[in-house]
């Protein structure tokens, strides 16, 4: 019995997909605060 069969190389790309999702959804929400702030700031600016 093989340690890499098909059960194992789907599990372990299961768990590189998910991390990798949860990396890419932190830098979106990162740009999203990002994006707010500088709008929050502009607005600021242009009323003082």
Known sequence: MGRN???NIK???????KSQDKEK???VAREEKLK???K???E???NS
């Open 25 to 27: 959804a932190k830098k």
């Open 36 to 38: 707010a702030i500088v």
């Open 40 to 42: 929050k700031f502009n």
């Open 11 to 17: 599990a372990h790309n299961d768990k590189l997909h």
């Open 44 to 46: 600021d600016k242009s």
């Open 5 to 7: 069969n098909a059960k």
